[in-house]
T-cell receptor
């Protein structure tokens, strides 16, 4: 089975801090995604990557950046954390033609 | 603009009864639809899918129906079990292409009462 691992389950950060969320997949997949989940808004795509060093903006990229230096690792960066970035962050790897495998998520609280 | 909509934030059913979760979409280019299930503090997991060339797909207790003319799909769970209590997300894809990007709905929280 594909495994997608997010390094932290819970994080608490201060406003203005630079935050790194790490995601690693173990199946050499090309496509990886970062979503955030908020009540009433569902899963919204922040950024995705279809190859090493390749990235594209999703629907809500403002305030975020990403890094994909190695195929297995896709990092989400909050340049200067703000309270409205408090959310559940979900990383996914594309498995098969349409399916995703998600990580367990990182619950980020910005205070 | 929300291309995939789940208009019911929550649904409560009795154990053993049918659960029907609904999803509407606006983009006629969507050609593949999926349902994901999410428990608290876990990532979503794939449940069932359907191609736009079909109108029904069944997997055990789960059946997905697609009505392309109405741009509507639904997930039926029969019989519902307490372990089915979770958030259900509908998702759609407009061709796999290079990115395989999925567009998700807002989610419906299903509660199955014993």
């Amino acid at each position: 089975d594909v495994k997608v691992t997010q390094s932290s389950r819970y994080l608490v950060k201060r406003t203005g801090e630079k935050v790194f969320l790490e995601c690693v997949q173990d199946m050499d997949h090309e496509n990886m995604f970062w979503y955030r989940q908020d009540p009433g808004l569902g899963l919204r795509l922040i950024y995705f990557s279809y190859d090493v060093k390749m990235k594209e903006k999703g629907d809500i990229p403002e305030g975020y950046s990403v890094s994909r230096e190695k195929k297995e690792r896709f990092s989400l960066i909050l340049e200067s954390a703000s309270t409205n970035q408090t959310s559940m962050y979900l990383c996914a790897s594309r498995t098969g033609w349409y399916g995703y495998t998600f990580g367990s998520g990182t619950r980020l609280t910005v205070v | 603009d929300q291309q995939v909509k789940q208009n019911s934030p929550s649904l409560s059913v009795q154990e053993g009864r049918i659960s029907i979760l609904n999803c509407d979409y606006t983009n006629s280019m969507f050609d593949y639809f999926l349902w994901y299930k999410k428990y608290p503090a876990e990532g979503p997991t794939f449940l069932i899918s359907i191609s736009s060339i079909k109108d029904k797909n069944e997997d055990g207790r789960f059946t997905v129906f697609l009505n392309k003319s109405a741009k509507h799909l639904s997930l039926h769970i029969v019989p519902s079990q307490p372990g089915d209590s979770a958030v259900y997300f509908c998702a759609a894809s407009a061709g796999s292409g290079n990115t395989g990007k999925l567009i998700f709905g807002q989610g419906t929280t299903l509660q199955v009462k014993p």
